[in-house]
């Protein structure tokens, strides 16, 4: 029997396997084709304070290996999620409750809201999709520390897990700024922003123009960014970016992450996470790893 | 809502750049007319969505048109080869006990879906369908749509009525009288059957069509307006809705 759970802040999770925010709801509708109680959690769509529409369509694209979405934080906002959602989604399994903000106003209230009643915050400072969506303050270190103490002083019982956009100068440096605001843990790498012209046409596909870029494609950049933000902090990581299967998973984990987060492949399988949860215990069981969370970092550099 | 690893039976072209594929599922899965899945061509990350022409026991039936990368590789798909699939999702059309008289309103690729009602009612009700091409060579799937009465309309009239589906069926439409209208097909048809059954109180159903991400509702990619302002999910909350809750 290998052992799969990992720990957070604290916190056990059965598995390190948690689908990601914008991909999977609220879980309600994935739990129609399997029971997401298997999950290790659930990162919830990013929450705002009030309801958003999100932008127009088309909010999706694709490319070679890759995905391009523009959804503009379409939710129904924290309150509604609250009440009609998280008893449900928490009685499954663990809630990593996304947050989104336009101001640091918006970020404290928002985890005023959430503080203690979720498993984990996991702060979105890196929506690209949505002009004040949050990517203002994740490019930065310095409002990266910024609105990480913002949030972190309204959410002191719930460990705040902060969501590093990777379309940054130096990712080991925001990893530090978020590390000094407070942050309890990291998770990344959110979307790269790109673009995908219809040459028929000469305009983007994406009714947004540009759009954040996912799957498959991306995943060597992100192991490199989160190895390298693993090494320059003593927070746990999250690590994500592409991951199809679990030998994708275990790549994360030796570069560092405790656990991971898998988003568009829950679209080319509906059960990615499942598959990649049995797949990680039989490649430990082949390797003769008897727990999961001793892979985490033992990657060896040349 | 079942995933699954379908197996290609049959992948035919049935007019220019339009293919019908049939492919085995494992087990029975249940489709109501106007239902579709997510079908996944190897090396594309997205699943596309295909409206279910015809559901037999495991045997499933899709109409597609090559529009793009994703669809020409799937026309090149042969009996054997495997797929995966999402299925059954949306709403479907539903029609009443009471609705007697169904009148179909189809255009191009929004055939598909006409043709899983036109199987399912042609014993007991009454159908007339009026379907749209862009010319002869377009038309495809004849033999089903004769289940019922049909019109075939083309744009240029080298088959059947010349000019649109809605032309035709505005012709009839006094003394046919329907009890219920469903129509597929791009959206300036659409646009076109909303105006022109505006005020006829007769209930008008419409499957849209739009790039989905999950299918299942939980991406909130593939949102349509509503007219009170809101968005719904194509996938979820559709792909049929009342025509006038929709904003075209």
């Given at each position: 029997?290998?052992?799969?759970?990992?720990?957070?802040?604290g916190?056990e999770?059965?598995?390190?396997?948690?689908?990601a925010?914008?991909?999977f709801?609220?879980?309600?509708?994935?739990d129609?084709?399997?029971?997401i109680?298997?999950?290790g959690?659930?990162a919830?769509k990013?929450l705002?304070?009030?309801?958003?529409?999100?932008?127009?369509?088309?909010?999706?694209?694709?490319?070679s290996?890759?995905?391009?979405?523009?959804?503009?934080l379409q939710?129904p906002?924290v309150?509604?999620f609250?009440?009609?959602?998280?008893g449900?989604?928490?009685?499954k399994?663990?809630?990593?409750?996304n947050?989104?903000?336009?101001?640091?106003?918006?970020?404290?209230?928002i985890?005023k809201?959430l503080n203690d009643?979720?498993?984990?915050?996991?702060l979105?400072i890196?929506?690209?999709?949505?002009?004040?969506?949050?990517?203002?303050?994740?490019?930065?270190?310095?409002?990266?520390?910024?609105?990480?103490r913002?949030?972190?002083?309204?959410?002191p019982?719930?460990?705040?897990?902060?969501?590093?956009?990777?379309?940054?100068?130096?990712?080991?440096?925001?990893a530090r700024?978020?590390e000094?605001?407070?942050?309890?843990?990291?998770?990344?790498?959110?979307t790269f922003?790109g673009?995908?012209?219809?040459?028929?046409?000469?305009r983007?596909?994406?009714?947004?123009?540009?759009g954040?870029?996912s799957?498959?494609?991306i995943?060597?950049i992100a192991?490199?960014m989160?190895?390298e933000?693993?090494?320059?902090?003593s927070?746990?990581?999250?690590g994500m970016?592409?991951?199809?299967?679990?030998?994708?998973?275990?790549e994360?984990?030796?570069?560092?992450a405790?656990?991971?987060?898998?988003?568009?492949q829950?679209?080319?399988?509906?059960?990615?996470?499942?598959?990649?949860?049995?797949g990680l215990e039989?490649?430990?069981?082949?390797h003769?790893v008897?727990r999961?969370?001793?892979l985490?970092g033992t990657?060896?550099?040349? | 809502?079942?995933?699954?690893?379908a197996?290609?039976?049959e992948?035919?072209?049935i007019?220019?750049?339009v293919?019908s594929l049939t492919?085995?599922?494992e087990?029975e899965?249940?489709?109501?007319?106007?239902?579709?899945?997510?079908?996944?061509v190897r090396?594309?990350?997205?699943?596309?969505?295909f409206?279910?022409c015809?559901?037999?026991?495991d045997?499933?039936?899709?109409g597609?048109?090559i529009?793009?990368?994703?669809?020409?590789t799937l026309?090149?798909?042969?009996?054997?080869?495997?797929?995966?699939?999402?299925?059954?999702?949306?709403?479907?059309?539903y029609?009443?006990?009471?609705?007697?008289?169904?009148?179909?309103?189809g255009?191009?690729?929004?055939?598909?879906?006409?043709?899983?009602?036109?199987?399912?009612?042609?014993?007991?009700k009454?159908i007339h369908s009026y379907?749209?091409?862009r010319?002869?060579?377009?038309v495809?799937?004849?033999?089903?749509?004769?289940?019922g009465?049909?019109?075939?309309?083309?744009?240029?009239g080298?088959l059947?009525?010349r000019?649109?589906a809605?032309q035709?069926?505005?012709?009839?439409?006094?003394?046919?009288r329907p009890?219920?209208i469903l129509?597929c097909?791009?959206t300036?048809?659409?646009?076109?059957?909303?105006?022109?059954?505006?005020g006829?109180?007769?209930?008008?159903?419409?499957s849209?069509?739009?790039r989905?991400g999950?299918?299942?509702g939980a991406?909130?990619?593939?949102?349509?307006?509503?007219?009170?302002?809101s968005r719904?999910?194509?996938c979820?909350d559709?792909?049929?809705?009342d025509?006038?809750d929709?904003e075209?």
């Amino acid at each position: 029997m290998v052992d799969l759970s990992v720990k957070i802040c604290g916190k056990e999770l059965k598995n390190p396997v948690i689908p990601a925010s914008g991909t999977f709801g609220f879980g309600r509708e994935f739990d129609e084709i399997y029971d997401i109680s298997v999950l290790g959690g659930v990162a919830t769509k990013g929450l705002t304070l009030l309801p958003r529409l999100g932008n127009p369509v088309p909010r999706i694209a694709e490319s070679s290996g890759v995905i391009l979405n523009a959804v503009g934080l379409q939710n129904p906002g924290v309150e509604h999620f609250i009440e009609e959602d998280l008893g449900w989604l928490r009685s499954k399994t663990k809630v990593f409750a996304n947050v989104a903000g336009s101001t640091l106003a918006d970020y404290a209230e928002i985890c005023k809201k959430l503080n203690d009643i979720v498993d984990f915050i996991e702060l979105n400072i890196s929506c690209p999709n949505v002009r004040q969506g949050g990517m203002a303050f994740g490019v930065r270190p310095e409002s990266v520390e910024e609105v990480t103490r913002a949030a972190k002083e309204n959410c002191p019982s719930t460990p705040l897990i902060v969501k590093l956009s990777p379309n940054v100068e130096s990712i080991a440096e925001n990893a530090r700024a978020a590390e000094r605001g407070g942050a309890d843990g990291i998770s990344l790498v959110n979307t790269f922003t790109g673009m995908v012209i219809d040459i028929e046409r000469r305009r983007p596909v994406l009714a947004n123009n540009t759009g954040g870029v996912s799957g498959a494609g991306i995943k060597p950049i992100a192991v490199r960014m989160v190895y390298e933000a693993a090494r320059a902090v003593s927070i746990p990581v999250i690590g994500m970016g592409g991951i199809a299967c679990a030998e994708d998973a275990v790549e994360f984990l030796m570069a560092g992450a405790t656990a991971v987060e898998v988003g568009t492949q829950n679209f080319t399988d509906a059960l990615a996470c499942p598959k990649i949860i049995q797949g990680l215990e039989e490649w430990c069981g082949r390797h003769g790893v008897s727990r999961v969370s001793d892979l985490i970092g033992t990657v060896k550099m040349h | 809502m079942r995933e699954i690893v379908a197996t290609v039976l049959e992948n035919k072209r049935i007019a220019e750049n339009v293919y019908s594929l049939t492919f085995a599922t494992e087990g029975e899965v249940k489709v109501r007319p106007g239902q579709f899945c997510m079908l996944g061509v190897r090396g594309f990350p997205l699943r596309r969505p295909f409206a279910v022409c015809k559901a037999e026991n495991d045997r499933i039936t899709v109409g597609y048109q090559i529009k793009g990368r994703g669809t020409k590789t799937l026309s090149a798909y042969q009996a054997g080869d495997k797929l995966s699939a999402l299925l059954p999702l949306g709403n479907g059309f539903y029609v009443s006990e009471k609705e007697k008289k169904i009148a179909i309103v189809g255009g191009g690729a929004g055939i598909f879906p006409l043709i899983s009602v036109i199987r399912a009612y042609a014993e007991s009700k009454e159908i007339h369908s009026y379907m749209g091409f862009r010319n002869k060579a377009a038309v495809c799937m004849q033999y089903e749509m004769q289940r019922g009465e049909l019109t075939i309309a083309t744009d240029d009239g080298s088959l059947g009525y010349r000019g649109t589906a809605v032309q035709a069926f505005m012709e009839d439409i006094g003394a046919l009288r329907p009890d219920v209208i469903l129509s597929c097909g791009p959206t300036p048809m659409l646009r076109a059957l909303k105006k022109a059954v505006e005020g006829r109180n007769i209930p008008t159903y419409v499957s849209l069509e739009e790039r989905m991400g999950c299918g299942v509702g939980a991406c909130l990619v593939c949102v349509c307006e509503k007219s009170d302002g809101s968005r719904a999910r194509v996938c979820r909350d559709g792909p049929v809705f009342d025509i006038n809750d929709v904003e075209l």
